[in-house]
């Protein structure tokens, strides 16, 4: 039998600094924090349910992180 894979660890962050800081802002810094997929939406935006181990999400609205989630 195969072994399971291991996901690759994720950055140690915080995912709740991001809420408030301008949208590029915020890309800039998961970016350089290591986050492999830096993914923006709009509110009510329809998003699949998967959890990707290196994926932070912005929910972005006036410009501005207004929600911010991993996977």
Do not use: K
Request: proline share 8%.
């Amino acid at each position: 039998m195969a072994s399971l894979p291991t996901p690759p660890a994720q950055p140690d962050d915080d995912a709740d600094a991001y809420v408030g800081l301008a949208a590029a802002t915020a890309e800039r810094q998961a970016r350089s924090r290591g986050w492999d997929t830096v993914r923006s939406v709009p509110p009510g935006a329809f998003l699949t349910m998967e959890f990707r181990h290196g994926r932070i999400n912005f929910q972005v609205e006036d410009d501005t992180v207004t929600r911010c989630w991993v996977g």
